[in-house]
């Protein structure tokens, strides 16, 4: 498991990280999260001055830079509620990527306790709060794809219990699931080509299940995936998983 | 914005290359996917019990590897320690001269390719002969080996007959049995006539001296049964504490692999022919190859040197299957590639400071690492390394005004509002070049910084209104 030894949670108090392409172009999950979450009996801190977790920096190797920005995350996120965060990336970047920049660094402590209480959302939901279905209504057929920094987490398997437990989802399978859409950050302008094929191969494996909607955890690789697919000019429905969770609640689909 | 010369290999590959490298590297991970999960309740303790293993064999290399030169000795054969490609080249070549040798046959060794023995060999007299199917091809067509155990996943059998054609192999036939054929006629003879037989080693036990040599074509067997020197060449990592362990690590490595349940050909080499012994070689030398190892042992990166070479993480890997591997520029290519041959340049890192760029980190070549060597990880620490040493590199966008920028929130949020420009700009106007790249494969989506703040500002107030209405 990549983030073991986590802070068990105690009350109802949750902080959000939106993430920052929720904060620039998706505020729809962002919004969708809160309305999940407090359906969940959260309480929704929003700390204002958020900003991003510092995976660009990260992987892009300026790590001096990336420090920076995980150390305003820590100050952002002080106290010691979980952070709920509507990502398996930022989420892995946290409980994971930050301990390895911060490995020399005197306040590494600091950084692994923020990772402690990290949880992506459907992580959160099912292993944090124990809740293993969801209510409402939505009737789709679901491709799911497992984003890869839900990689060796219990997200994936959690998001698949909610969607599968809603009435009217039916989850379609479709080809080569454990591959990588594409995207990885700066990957997808460092290498465009690569990226793009590794993309249309995701995308021919989703279109043959035929899926009414494809679902991630991950708004970043549905933006490739959904960025993609608009240019070629047979563009998806995509969506975070949160919208679905949201929209079920409405009975709306 | 140029793309990064990997990107570019893969965009100029043809076809049938792509073709041949996306199948063949689909087909074995499927196989191998099934045959552990098959075989094995939980193969991931495996792989993590295998990575303990290695783990242990390399933080204590300074210990095993005069224990495993004691026991070498004592089984009869004779161990040299070359620290550089030139050193266990020039150790080989000596062995070869001190017996007069002039021909010698290779069965397929990563080292010997790392090191360029056989170029080595040939300019100094010495016929090197490959005798592995797909080295053999690789050597015929004075080509590289694309893939560490199918050196030639980028070729399909067409171009194979082609080759054995006009080589004088026989009349163009491309049914794979008859390739295989013509190869062993040819090589049937080559193994007689040879002064000395060449083999890597998969591995070395350290409590026996056992070399234990992994093939499917009964190549090394022949290598080592028709002629009378033996000379292993093997990369000082290759260690293993017990021959108990050999039961792990065969079983991983046969699955990892080719995906077998074992090899066809496992040779267990205590040493040179004993007496009473009816054949074998009757010299054995051992030449320990460093090569830039024992620099990587200094280095956060030292777990690659638990790799055990069965191209697992080649055959699962995105950027692989896209590219090729000669897109990698090296022996080693794919994300074991990404990392080791970068590492093995020692100072002149920068060269191949863009392998470990080639990844989406997707993690998936962790996922099936029989040894479990966090490959993202260690792309992730020379990343940093290219960066903290100020190579240049196609795709990066300079981080400094951003991290500026997210650590400073009325700075974030007035970038935020800023951004909508972008709904009304050309993508040829927008004045970062990374969106322009993003741009040029898929549609931006829509700006809306700072929608959400909005939207919960709004939620929070007609709450608090709601909470203050009277009953």
């Given amino acids: 498991m990549l983030n073991p030894g986590r802070t068990p949670i105690a009350g109802k108090r949750v902080q959000l990280m939106a993430t920052c392409l929720c904060d620039a172009f998706h505020d729809d999950v962002a919004a969708a999260t809160v309305e999940v979450l407090e359906h969940l009996g959260c309480e929704v801190e929003f700390p204002e001055g958020q900003t991003c977790c510092g995976q660009p920096a990260f992987n892009g190797g300026d790590w001096a830079a990336s420090r920076r920005v995980v150390r305003h995350t820590v100050r952002t996120f002080s106290g010691g509620d979980p952070v709920v965060v509507p990502s398996g990336s930022c989420a892995a970047m946290l409980f994971h990527g930050a301990a390895l920049e911060f490995e020399r660094e005197p306040d590494l402590d600091e950084i692994e306790s923020l990772g402690r209480r990290t949880w992506e959302l459907g992580d959160f939901i099912v292993n944090g709060l124990g809740v293993g279905s969801w209510p409402g209504r939505f009737d789709s057929a679901v491709a799911l794809h497992r984003s890869c920094h839900t990689r060796g987490t219990a997200s994936s398997e959690a998001v698949a219990l909610l969607l599968g437990s809603i009435a009217g989802v039916r989850l379609v399978e479709f080809g080569e699931g454990e591959q990588c859409c594409g995207f990885g950050g700066t990957f997808s302008v460092g290498f465009p080509h690569i990226s793009a094929a590794m993309g249309d191969l995701k995308l021919d494996h989703v279109r043959a299940a035929k899926p009414d909607v494809l679902v991630s955890g991950d708004t970043s690789c549905l933006m490739h995936l959904s960025g993609l697919a608009a240019r070629e000019g047979i563009p998806i429905r995509a969506m975070h998983f949160a919208q679905v969770l949201r929209d079920a609640l409405k009975g709306r689909t | ?471």
Avoid at chain 2, 13 to 24: H, I, N, R
Avoid at chain 2, 69 to 96: D, K, Y
Avoid at chain 2, 181 to 210: I, P
Avoid at chain 2, 257 to 272: D, H, I, K, M, R
């Fill in chain 2, 1 to 471: 914005m140029r793309a990064q010369r990997i990107d570019q290999a893969a965009a100029a590959l043809s076809p049938k290359t792509k073709a041949a490298v996306y199948e063949g590297s689909k087909a074995v991970h499927e196989k191998r996917t099934r045959l552990l999960f098959d075989h094995y309740g939980d193969p991931d303790r495996l792989r993590r019990l295998a990575g303990e293993i290695k783990r242990h064999v390399v933080e204590n290399l300074d210990t095993y590897l005069p224990a495993v030169e004691a026991r070498l000795v004592a089984n009869g054969a004779r161990v040299h320690w070359a620290s550089t490609a030139e050193a266990a080249c020039e150790a080989v070549h000596s062995i070869l001269r001190a017996r007069g040798a002039t021909k010698l046959v290779k069965a397929k060794t990563m080292v010997s390719e790392e090191i360029g023995l056989a170029e080595y060999l040939e300019r100094r007299g010495v016929e090197a002969l490959e005798t592995d199917l797909g080295e053999f091809i690789v050597q015929l067509d004075h080509d590289q080996p694309s893939h560490i155990i199918a050196p030639i996943r980028h070729k399909n059998r067409r171009q194979i007959a082609e080759l054995f054609e006009r080589n004088g192999l026989g009349a163009y036939d491309d049914e794979p049995g008859m390739i295989t054929q013509r190869a062993r006629q040819y090589l049937r003879h080559k193994y007689l006539e040879a002064d000395a037989g060449l083999t890597g080693a998969n591995f070395v036990v350290a409590e026996s001296g056992r070399l234990v040599v992994v093939t499917n074509e009964g190549n090394a067997r022949f290598c080592l049964a028709a002629t009378r020197c033996h000379i292993a060449l093997v990369g000082i990592e290759k260690i293993l504490p017990r021959d108990r362990d050999l039961a792990l690590f065969l079983n991983l490595l046969a699955r990892s692999a080719t995906a077998q349940q074992l090899s066809v050909y496992n040779e267990f080499v205590l040493g040179p022919r004993a007496p009473g012994q009816p054949d074998g070689p009757e010299e054995m030398h051992v030449v320990f190859v460093d090569n830039g190892r024992t620099e990587v042992l200094a280095t956060e990166c030292r777990d690659i040197l638990r790799c055990i070479r069965c191209g697992a993480c080649l055959n699962v890997c995105p950027v692989y299957r896209q590219a090729g591997g000669h897109a990698y520029r090296s022996v080693y290519p794919g994300p074991v590639g990404a990392v080791l041959s970068p590492l093995l340049l020692g100072k002149r890192f920068p060269e191949k400071a863009d392998l470990p760029k080639a990844s989406s980190l997707c993690g998936a070549c962790n996922e099936v690492c029989p040894v479990n060597i966090p490959i993202p990880d260690l792309l992730l620490r020379l990343r940093a390394r290219a960066h903290a040493e100020g190579v240049p590199s196609p795709g990066t966008p300079p981080m400094g005004v951003w991290s500026l920028v997210a650590t400073q929130p009325a700075a974030w949020r007035a970038a935020l509002a800023g951004g909508r420009i972008l709904n009304h700009l050309p993508t040829r106007l927008i004045p970062f070049p990374a969106l322009r790249a993003w741009e040029a494969k898929r549609e931006l989506p829509p700006w809306r910084g700072g929608e959400f703040r909005r939207w919960l500002k709004m939620r929070r107030k007609e709450a608090a209104r709601g909470q203050s209405r009277p009953q």
